[in-house]
């Protein structure tokens, strides 16, 4: 288990975590989300050992984790952290970036597990390119597969697929995440994206004025999102009489109390986020079709 205990860190004077206490369990996957400047990456750093704790203490096991204050090279030898500005070696190729850390003693063996790293980034066709010809996605791949080469206990991610594009970015999140649970390798990732939390995610936290604003498993925040900023993580909400009301839980309806009038229809795909007036105030709601500006409706809560 990861024992993070009562730790407090400021960079200079401002402080960025205050008293942050959390356990994860081996083999789970965990999420820190919250705001930019939130202290996400901070965390992450924390546990990896980057800088030294002004109070607290971080364990992994029996192992405590120290700054550099008290280790030569930063970061323990089981865990591999890949950061949000990701470093790689420009001119050595795909394959040779994936390897660097694995022995060349076994050369048969190296080349089968480079292999199979560089499928579960989905980068096979790209093994003998030269790492300053790829994308920022490409490159952020690279980062992933290398920080796996040599299995580590613990995974830290901050923000692993901000520059990978759509098209890849669901089949590669499916891919890895499978991959961390099989090899039992302990995730924790920053993240701003609830498709990286909800599928996918044992636990989360939130970070927010230097502290943890709710850690719980992401089914039952998002089922009871505490407050607007732990909604607007999820969805896009409404705030009806003081509750939080998800988009997709308004519908229309014959008639009943809460009338009101279409201002604006997005096209989002297989749905429809309709903006309407109820009261003089925007409310809005996901609708299968989409409904001519002016129609007046009626609108019912579904829980
Ligand atoms: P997040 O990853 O959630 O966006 P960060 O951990 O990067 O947040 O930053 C948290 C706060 O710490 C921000 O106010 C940021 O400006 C500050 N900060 C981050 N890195 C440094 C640094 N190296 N020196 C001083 N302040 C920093
Ligand atoms: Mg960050």
């Known amino acids: 288990m990861l024992q993070v205990k009562n730790i407090s860190f400021r960079y200079k004077t401002q402080p960025v975590l205050n008293n942050i ?15 930019s400047g939130s202290g996400k990456s901070t965390l992450l750093k924390l546990l990896y050992g980057t800088y030294d704790l002004s109070e607290g203490q971080i364990f992994w096991k029996k192992k405590q984790i120290l700054g550099p204050k008290y280790n030569l090279i930063i970061g323990p030898e089981f865990m591999k952290y890949v950061a949000q500005e990701f470093d790689l070696m420009p001119f050595t190729t795909v394959a040779e970036n994936i390897g ?19 499928a579960v980034v989905e980068l096979n066709d790209f093994a003998n390119t030269k790492v300053k010809l790829l994308s920022g996605g490409q490159k952020q791949r690279v980062a992933i597969a290398k920080s796996i080469a040599k299995q580590p206990e613990i995974l830290l991610l901050d923000e692993p697929f901000s520059h990978i594009d759509n098209f890849k970015k669901q089949s590669l999140r499916r891919s890895l995440f499978k991959y961390l649970k099989e090899k039992k390798i302990t995730c924790i990732l920053a993240t701003h994206d609830k498709d ?12 927010h004025d230097n502290k943890i604003m ?22 896009e909400f409404n705030d009806v009489n003081g509750d939080i009301i998800y988009a997709n839980h308004i519908k229309l309806t014959e008639k009943s109390k809460l009338k009101a009038i279409v201002k604006e229809c997005y096209y989002k795909g ?20 989409d409904i001519k500006k002016s129609t007046i409706i009626f609108l019912e809560i579904i829980t």
Do not use: C, W
Request: hydrophobic share 40%.
């Open 21 to 35: 206490s959390f356990n994860v369990k081996e083999g789970e996957h965990f999420s820190i989300i919250g705001e």
């Open 100 to 118: 660097e850390f694995l022995s060349n003693f076994y050369p048969e063996e190296k080349q089968i597990r480079i292999k199979e790293l560089l």
């Open 196 to 207: 990286d939390v909800l599928s996918f995610s044992d636990h989360m936290i939130v970070l």
């Open 214 to 235: 709710a850690s719980e498993t992401p089914k039952s925040l998002y089922k009871n999102p505490k407050n607007k900023l732990i909604a607007s993580f999820f969805n």
């Open 270 to 289: 297989h749905y429809f986020l309709i903006e309407a007036d109820l009261n003089g105030k925007s409310i809005f709601f996901e609708h299968d079709t």
